[in-house]
């Protein structure tokens, strides 16, 4: 069974970057395609970028290109998404959430709450 | 690829028959898959490759369709069963696309 640990909130001021971990226990993180999602408060939920297993490469959605980068340490098994150039709006739930391949993610972190205010 | 899900919410008492449909800007074969969202809590996946069912979720949950048009169905509305769904489409994986939810309130 996997577990997802993320990390805890963070408050962040506009221009500043945060980094969201996601620890992986159950499988190591080479086993696993890790994606990133965000929910801005009572909206829904937005795709951010995962890692692609056919050529080990991670893509990001194109709003987020330039500013996102995710990152992982097989060495502690641990997942990471930062974000960079932080505005109002990224104020958000971020999820780290994985699956077998083409068939959904089915298992997520329990989410970490990133608030951009000055 | 957009997906466009209808309605945004609906109304229905414990019991009732629920329809939620999503319907993909082009066609994505059966590569569709379903959540449902509680307040405060991740996504839990109901439903992939459209029509199949995740181990552990209740049979009252259907889904069906392929191509651009696709339905979940909850066959007998339970009181836990309101939520927030939303479609996924996995057709462009690992570029992935969620639909904007549909938020199943109590009548």
């Known amino acids: 069974q996997v577990q997802l640990v993320q990390s805890g909130a963070e408050v962040k001021k506009p221009g500043a970057s945060v980094k969201v971990s996601c620890k992986v226990s159950g499988y190591t993180l080479t086993e696993l395609s890790m994606h990133w999602v965000r929910q801005a408060p009572g909206k829904g939920l937005e795709w951010m970028g995962g890692f692609d297993p056919e050529d080990g490469e991670t893509i990001y959605a194109q709003k987020f290109q330039g500013r996102v980068t995710m990152t992982e340490d097989t060495s502690t098994d641990t997942a990471y998404m930062e974000l960079s150039s932080l505005r109002s709006e990224d104020t958000a739930v971020y999820y780290c959430?994985?699956?077998?391949?083409?068939?959904?993610?089915?298992?997520w972190g329990q989410g970490t709450l990133v608030t951009v205010s000055s | 690829i957009q997906l466009t899900q209808s309605p945004s919410s609906l109304s229905a008492s414990v019991g009732d028959r629920v329809t939620i449909t999503c319907r993909a800007s082009q066609g994505i074969s059966s590569y569709l898959a379903w959540y449902q969202q509680k307040p405060g809590k991740a996504p839990k996946l109901l439903i992939y490759a459209a029509s199949t069912l995740q181990s552990g979720v209740p049979s009252r949950f259907s889904g069906s369709g392929s191509g651009t048009d696709f339905t979940l169905t909850i066959s007998s509305l339970q009181p836990e069963d309101f939520a927030t769904y939303y479609c996924?489409?996995?057709?462009?994986?690992?570029?992935?696309?969620f639909g904007g939810g549909t938020k199943v309130e109590i009548k």
């Open positions: 996924q489409q996995l057709n462009s994986y690992p570029r992935l696309t």
């Open positions: 959430a994985t699956g077998v391949g083409a068939t959904g993610l089915d298992y």
